[in-house]
Each structure stands twice: as C-alpha cells, then as structure tokens.
C-alpha cells in the first residue's frame, strides 16, 4: 500500500516549458488535490476533485490545468512556467476529514 | 486581516517542557479545524483534529474557542521526535474552501 506517489521529486524548467507532475493513490479515496506551499505562506489549493470526472478551481488555479484520468490519478500541467510558478507541490487524497499527502515535487522554473 | 494566523516561532524548548501553539481563524462560520505536522522537508500528516469538547491524545491536547475563534495546540513533556513544524487547517464550507496557516516551528532542544 504505497498510499500517495508523486512524480518527479524535483524538476528544473525554463520559462515558457510546460510539464505535467503526476499524482497516483491507491487508497480508493473519491477527493483529490493539489495545493502548492510557498516560503512565509501555507500551504494553497489550486485545484482540487470531488469524485472522478470533475474537477474545480481552489484558491490560486491561474496557470494551471488539471485532469482527473480515473479515481487513482489526479495529474497537474503548467502550459507555460513562469518562475511564480517556483514551489514544492503536493498533491493529496482524503477520506472523511483527514487528508494524506504525497511527498511532493519541487519546482524551479528559471 | 489574514484567514488564519499562526506565530511561525520558532519556539525553542527544553526536553519535557510543556509548550503551547494559537492559532486564529477570522471566518465565524468556519466549520472544522486540524493540526497537521510537517517534518522538515516531508509532507504534512494528519496530527489530530479538534473538536468543540476538546481531545486529548497521549501528549497532545487540542481545544477550540468559538467564541474568540482561535484553537490551540497542547504539548507536555515535549521529546526531541516532536520537533517540526505544526500546521492549523481551517474548513469553510467544504474542501473547496480550505485555509492552512503558515505553521509554527517548534525545535525541542536536548
């Protein structure tokens, strides 16, 4: 039971590059999220999905696109990085009222 | 006026001292509250959440104060395995609407 995965741990972009980070759970939990966490700032949702096949805009979704690919993966795409797009990210699953997080991907965008 | 506040310390505490972490939330009709611990570099895990009658668990107390909208985090007899930082979660209305605090780093010092 490998809980929350994400993939890569740490990636480096250029400006304008697009990636997609991806997120799996295998705990058949409905709700999925990302959030980012910033120096100085909790932790932010961008984007978070209620069940598979839908998906809604959190606090900060600007310069970003989800996809909830079945109940498992919740993955993430920057279209084009700008460096405020420099964070670490997690992604996180729940049941009830308590949330699991996977162990993040770090993110520079140069 | 920030959601939710938190002193990001740190607080520098001596093995088995008893330390105390506030935090203060601004929305009244805010509706269920935790305490997450991150370890330096990790993800954030579920430590407790807190209710309206309190809870207790080993070590740890969490209370919640309605009236003055703040809850609180408890630790007696801190161990050095308690060094961290602890985050304050606040739900309004759903996962949509989730608010963490910046975290209060506590180091318990030998």
């Known amino acids: 039971n490998a809980g929350v995965t994400q993939t890569p741990k740490f990636q480096v972009l250029k400006t304008g590059q697009s990636m997609t980070l991806q997120c799996a759970q295998d705990m058949n939990h409905n709700s999925m999220y990302w959030y980012r966490q910033d120096p100085g700032m909790g932790l932010r949702l961008i984007y978070y999905s209620a069940s598979e096949g839908t998906t809604d805009k959190g606090e900060v979704p600007n310069g970003y696109n989800v996809s909830r690919l079945n109940k498992r993966e919740f993955s993430l795409r920057l279209e084009s990085a700008a460096p405020s797009q420099t964070s670490v990210y997690f992604c996180a699953s729940s049941r009830g009222d308590e949330q699991f997080f996977g162990p993040g991907t770090r993110l520079t965008v140069l | 006026r920030k959601e939710v506040e938190q002193d990001p310390g740190p607080f520098n505490v001596p093995e088995g001292a008893t330390v105390a972490f506030n935090c203060t939330y601004s929305n009244s009709a805010s509706q269920s509250f935790f305490w997450y611990r991150q370890d330096c570099r990790k993800e954030p895990k579920l430590l407790m959440s807190?209710?309206?009658s309190g809870n207790e668990d080993g070590r740890f107390t969490a209370q919640l104060n309605r009236a003055s909208q703040y809850i609180s985090l408890l630790i007696r007899d801190s161990k050095l395995s308690d060094s961290a930082t602890y985050l304050c979660v606040v739900l309004s209305g759903g996962y949509q609407k989730v608010t963490f605090g910046i975290g209060t780093k506590l180091q318990v010092i030998p």
């Open positions: 807190v209710y309206s």
